[in-house]
């Protein structure tokens, strides 16, 4: 492929220089672009105005799909091993910003410093796994003619990226787009679009002009990109709500779409367990990142022979988790990242009193700046309450109990909702038996949450499409099947 802006093969001659975190552009082929009118968000632990960046205007959008388009021509033509090979290099560049990005995270996003970090290294992780993945390709050989089935570039992409994990989940999007020959334009939330505008800034260093753009605005862009005629595909990770609004905008072109949305994951707790072992690991997972994952804990369902033993060290474990700025080395949960959700989770607070709901730890929050929310179990609701049915999406979460396996079952089912659950047991056998009865994409035992960029993720029911992120499953998401019926030469047979 021909030099253009430094670039040989898709990776930069140039020696790599710290970003500059004081200014937050668009990037629209291969340049940085600032807008007339700025936006900003809100930082949530202090309330207070974060960094300005662009809004992006229709004539944005037109000009980034116009250069999406002419690199979409060139790119796919790269070979895979040199697109692998820029997506390495363009890791391994993140990974030297990892301080930097961890900071904006934190700033912007809330969560505590340690786990920010922690994203920054999973986000590394992530894309050198993607790209060290290999594109099947099945041979039928008949007697003169082969009959090939291959996986070509898809075309341009749409990722938009949800506040909870921004430079994770961007990435983890960016990483099999391009690798399988397409370019992609990242839309970060309107919430945290800061580090998310210095990831694809970054990007520019390995990639060709156009192959990996970002576009910074209000509510107004999401449908203007989602309805844009130019995109093959939208990758959406993001409510159910708005999923749902993504695939109908997208179904008047007839683009593909991923969608990882919303979860209401259930913990099946068995009474041979460990309690003391196992009640802070699931406190911890309920809670970790505020409440505010997908796939986090959302109902408790504790066999009723130990559930007032297990209730009792989840309340002693949810006690020693520290609330407060994320810049406390000792905080395990910072704020809660936006006011909208943030007056979604006091919503159920709210409902305490209103539904006679019985707290066992938790149930008031503390005045003063920042959208701080207390760790609460609700002790036994009802199993029609809307803390039960509903995703908090905060730090809140009932406790239920069932009596036999059957019961178990019917209640970690009994959900719109199948995008993660676990099962807890000192029986591997009977719970291994358990997780295979469970209505869900990922499903864990004697753990919750671990996840693996070399096999698939998504959802089920109105957790997802049926379009599964991550593995060879992900990498071909990006791709159109190609099957070819080829004639070989006489001669040769």
């Not at 999007?173 to 998310?196: H, L, M, Q």
């Not at 690991?281 to 505020?290: C, E, G, I, R, T």
Request: with cysteine; net charge negative; proline share 8%.
């Amino acid at each position: 492929m021909a030099s253009t802006n430094g670039h040989t093969n898709g990776r930069s001659t140039k020696q790599p220089e710290p970003l500059d975190w004081t200014t937050f552009s668009n990037v629209i082929n291969g340049k940085l672009e600032s807008t007339q009118k700025t936006r900003h968000g809100i930082l949530p632990a202090t309330g207070e105005n974060g960094p300005e960046v662009p809004l992006t205007t229709p004539d944005d959008v037109e000009r980034a799909m116009t250069a999406a388009q002419a690199a979409f021509i060139t790119w796919a033509e790269v070979p895979y091993a040199e697109r692998r090979a820029a997506v390495i290099a363009y890791a391994d560049a993140i990974a030297s910003e990892k301080e930097s990005f961890s900071q904006m995270l934190t700033k912007e996003q809330g969560k505590p410093l340690k786990f920010a970090a922690m994203e920054l290294d999973l986000t590394v992780h992530w894309m050198k796994t993607i790209a060290n993945l290999e594109l099947p390709e099945e041979r039928i050989v008949e007697g003169d003619r082969e009959i090939l089935v291959r996986y070509t570039p898809l075309g341009i992409t749409v990722g938009i990226v949800p506040w909870n994990y921004p430079i994770l989940l961007a990435a983890a999007k960016i990483a099999p787009c391009v690798v399988t020959g397409n370019p992609i334009i990242i839309k970060p939330s309107p919430f945290t679009p800061a580090g998310d505008l210095k990831l694809v800034e970054l990007a520019q260093r390995f990639f060709p002009p156009g192959v990996v753009q970002c576009l910074s605005g209000d509510d107004n862009l999401g449908p203007w990109l989602t309805a844009h005629p130019v995109p093959a595909k939208i990758s959406f990770t993001g409510s159910t709500f708005t999923g749902k609004k993504v695939m109908e905008s997208a179904a008047k072109t007839l683009k593909r779409v991923t969608l990882e949305l919303g979860g209401n994951d259930p913990a099946i707790v068995l009474e041979d367990v460990d309690i003391d072992d196992v009640a802070p690991k699931v406190a911890s997972l309920a809670f970790l990142n505020s409440g505010q994952i997908c796939l986090a804990l959302k109902r408790v369902i504790v066999q009723e022979s130990i559930a007032d033993k297990f209730l009792a060290a989840m309340v002693k474990a949810t006690q020693e988790l520290k609330v407060g700025p994320g810049t406390d080395p000792e905080v395990f949960l910072g704020p809660i990242q936006n006011s909208m959700q943030y007056e979604r989770v006091k919503g159920f607070f709210a409902d305490i009193e209103k539904e006679n709901w019985k707290v066992a730890v938790g149930g008031t929050n503390p005045d003063g700046p920042g959208y701080f929310i207390t760790p609460t179990i609700i002790d036994r609701p009802k199993d029609d309450s809307r803390i039960v049915t509903e995703e908090p999406f905060g730090p809140i979460v009932p406790l239920l109990t069932f009596k036999t396996e059957e019961e178990a079952i019917r209640k970690a089912n009994d959900t719109q909702m199948g995008l993660g659950a676990s099962v807890w047991s000192g029986d591997l056998d009977r719970a291994n038996r358990l997780a295979q009865k469970i209505q869900a994409g990922t499903v864990w035992v004697n753990t919750h949450f671990e996840l693996d960029p070399r096999v698939p993720f998504g959802g089920h029911k109105q957790s997802g499409n049926g379009s599964y992120e991550w593995g060879v499953p992900g990498l071909i998401s990006f791709c159109n099947s190609q099957t070819l019926f080829l004639k070989k030469n006489p001669t040769k047979l």
